[in-house]
């Protein structure tokens, strides 16, 4: 899944989290994103994401592989990239 759009809450994928999802951290973007939505977990290969906020989606792109010192702290960094206005 190579685009993610976040639609109901920040662990939208606890669940069914497995060995295929990795925790992954939202940075910089609009200064009023929530903490909850910063910190989620998404399958493992994904590129981008994508979260409503105030009428419009804030980009994210994977920026590398990860922020950790070793693969069981491993933590995906994902930088904002652009916002985009949700079409009416």
């Known amino acids: 899944m190579d685009d ?3 639609v109901s809450s920040a662990r939208r994928f606890s669940d ?3 060995g295929d999802h990795v ?3 939202l940075e910089g973007g609009p200064t ?5 939505a910063r910190a989620q977990s998404a399958p ?6 994508k ?3 105030l009428g419009g989606y804030e980009h994210f ?3 590398g592989d990860h922020d950790g010192l070793d693969d069981a702290s491993r933590v995906v ?3 904002w990239t652009m916002r985009t206005k949700i079409a009416e």
């Open 4 to 6: 993610l759009t976040q």
């Open 16 to 18: 069914v989290r497995g």
């Open 23 to 25: 925790d992954v951290v």
């Open 32 to 36: 009023g994103l929530p903490a909850t």
């Open 44 to 49: 493992a290969g994904t590129g981008r994401i």
């Open 51 to 53: 979260v409503p906020y």
């Open 61 to 63: 792109e994977r920026s």
């Open 77 to 79: 960094v994902f930088r």
